[in-house]
């Protein structure tokens, strides 16, 4: 049998595309991004990890606060601010203050849920956007 020479044929002559069509594509799609993100909304914080926008990451929360805050999130737009929390001396679980949290995190969706015994819940979310906290409006039942 004999192979075809062009088979695997490669080329370098690709349709030529210009880098401010690219530009205004990306520009196009954060304006609609951004657009879908609400003025507030809940903080989960995330110690040893961190989200990225575009990626999808699996999650078990634990505790009855951010079980609800999960719940409440899944019931409403699905949203959830993703922040890194600093490393902390103490190894107490105590109560989280601003002070704890970076300033950048991720809008995340969540787009799938499972609860699990003993106030857990496993879920799958997936990195939006960046953001910045300007201002922490309440704490009360969750940041």
Same mark, same amino acid.
């Given at each position: 049998?004999?192979?075809?020479?062009?088979?695997?044929?490669?080329?370098?002559?690709?349709?030529?595309?210009?880098?401010?069509?690219?530009?205004?594509?990306?520009?196009?799609?954060?304006?609609?991004?951004?657009?879908?993100?609400?003025?507030?909304?809940?903080?989960?914080?995330?110690?040893?990890?961190? $989200?990225?926008? %575009?990626? *999808?990451?699996?999650? /078990?929360?634990?505790?009855? +606060?951010?079980?609800? !805050?999960?719940?409440?999130?899944?019931?409403?737009?699905?949203?959830?601010?993703?922040?890194?929390?600093?490393?902390?001396?103490?190894?107490?679980?105590?109560?989280?203050?601003?002070?704890?949290?970076?300033?950048?995190?991720?809008?995340?969706?969540?787009?799938?849920?499972?609860? $699990?015994?003993? %106030?857990? *819940?496993?879920?799958? /979310?997936?990195?939006?956007? +960046?953001?910045?906290? !300007?201002?922490?409006?309440?704490?009360?039942?969750?940041?």
């Amino acid at each position: 049998m004999e192979w075809e020479s062009e088979w695997f044929k490669l080329t370098d002559d690709l349709p030529e595309e210009s880098q401010q069509e690219r530009v205004v594509e990306t520009e196009t799609m954060e304006s609609e991004k951004k657009s879908d993100m609400p003025d507030e909304i809940p903080i989960l914080p995330l110690e040893d990890n961190v $989200l990225f926008p %575009e990626l *999808v990451m699996p999650w /078990v929360v634990h505790g009855e +606060k951010w079980v609800k !805050l999960i719940n409440d999130a899944v019931l409403g737009d699905k949203m959830v601010g993703v922040l890194a929390v600093r490393p902390r001396k103490e190894e107490t679980p105590g109560d989280l203050t601003s002070s704890d949290f970076y300033d950048v995190g991720v809008v995340g969706r969540i787009s799938r849920m499972l609860k $699990l015994p003993e %106030e857990a *819940v496993q879920i799958l /979310v997936f990195g939006l956007a +960046k953001f910045r906290i !300007l201002d922490w409006v309440r704490w009360d039942p969750y940041p």
